[in-house]
């Protein structure tokens, strides 16, 4: 390798002198003696004093400059010729009224006896690679400001594993007191064994797939276990080369804890309505009884006895003849109405008959009392498990009271059938239809409540309307109990 003083020779040999590499070079370049004279100028350095490089040396820099920097220009000097050591100055300088950086080098030049006979310059314009440098720490301050007030993790790793970025709340769940404790470290560095090997295996998935992945994980935060929920995704360079992963975590502890208690306590509400319901069935099925049987012996024996009595009275007395013959009347009014009231409460025909007989009913009645026309369509065979019947009992009765309350129908059909272990229920009218506003709307405990006996045995319902087209109700449950709740 060759050095300065065989550069030299070599340029001076080929007759350039080594002022040619300085014509050159893009830098300012200048020598000036201890008395400021100027020795050499190059033609930059030549443009920017304002003249030629052949009328420049000779004179001295205090004439060519204003005063207060002709003192700055030889303060300076004056240093290197005093100190005899290199003097690097970076200073910001009004340029026709554009503010410009310029980095300057002093450099002593000595004789042969080691004596400073000369300062060379080299004056360079630095001001894009400041602006690009202020560009970059702004947009780094930018980065650190967002990432370190987001309020949630975020990190983001080499292909090893390293970690590149992490922000402060990350640097916190780990327990490190800043972001840059962690850079370089990896997760077997950070979390428990299990815990790492299965970030690691997400990373490399990620990597591997080049696909977000959303996962709802565990993560021990000093010592104690923590719900996160992350965005892990892979980082492409602009030619589409994975360079790393990033992460984006979540802390859903208290989320899920809510969530948690609200199905619990869901849960229980369920289990208290199911059990209001079947109280409430069981003291419908036992005042039914009463009514019927004491009720209905009583009237039936008052029925007799007035019979009786009727044969007793003189064939003179009209007025009692008359009174008997109207309390013999009432007795039977009575015992219709006592007849209605039990099978309102519980028809017996659902326990004597079974569903499909007490759904025929329902209908006949639907269409003694409406000017509606109630078809329905039940398997001969049909044979279901006692706590289904009911139920669904109860679910048509209601969805028959809708339909003569709301629907404004001509016509409504009831059809049940079982298939496949299922068995299901479908009650379809021809009004007005139900709109997705009152499926939806609060208050409507009648919907509410059938959805609430179907779901707690494990089925489906589902309501549909269109407009002019009527109204469906569907239903669909396990005929074994798989009871949810
Ligand atoms: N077959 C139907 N046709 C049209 N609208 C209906 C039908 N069934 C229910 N609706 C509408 O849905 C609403 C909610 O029904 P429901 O929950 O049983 O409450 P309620 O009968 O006490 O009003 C009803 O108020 C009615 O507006
Ligand atoms: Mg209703």
Known sequence: ?????????????????????????????????????????????????????????????????????????????????????????????????????????????????????????????????????????????????????FPHMVWFKDPQGKFLVVNQPFADATGKARPSDLIGLTDFDVWPHELAKGYVADDEEVMRTRQQKQVEEQLSVHGKIRWVETFKSPVLDASGNVIGTTGLGRDITERRRLQEEQRRSREQLRALAAHVESVREQERVRIAREIHDELGQSLTCMGMDLAFLDKQIDSGNHEAAARVAALVELVKDTIRCVRRISSELRPSILDDLGLGAAVEWLARDVEARTRMTCGVEVPEDLA???????????????????????????????????EDGHVSLVIKDNGRGITDEEIRRHGSLGLLGMKERVELLGGTLEVKGQPGEGTTLAIRMPLEANKSG
């Not at 204003?66 to 970076?90: C, Y």
């Open 384 to 418: 279901l498990p006692f706590d289904l019947a009911t139920p669904l009992f109860r679910i048509c009765q209601e969805a028959l009271t809708n339909v003569t309350r709301h629907a404004q129908a001509t016509a409504v059909s009831i059809r049940l059938a079982t």
């Open 1 to 149: 390798m060759l050095d300065i003083a065989q550069i030299g020779k070599l340029l001076a040999e080929t007759g350039r002198g080594l002022a040619s590499l300085f014509e050159i070079i893009p830098d300012m370049v200048f020598a000036m003696d201890r008395e400021e004279r100027i020795l050499y100028v190059n033609e930059i350095a030549a443009q920017a004093m304002g003249g030629k490089p052949a009328d420049l040396v000779g004179r001295k820099q205090r004439e060519l400059f204003l005063p207060a920097l002709a003192d700055r220009h030889s303060a300076a000097i004056q240093q290197v010729f005093r100190t005899g050591e290199i003097l690097v100055t970076e200073n910001q300088h009004d340029l026709h009224r554009k503010p410009v950086w310029i980095d300057t080098r002093l450099v002593p030049f000595r004789d042969a006896g080691g004596r400073v006979v000369a300062v060379v310059g080299f004056v360079r314009d630095v001001s894009e690679r400041r602006q690009a440098q202020a560009t970059i720490e702004l947009r780094e301050a930018f980065l650190r400001g967002m990432l370190d007030n």
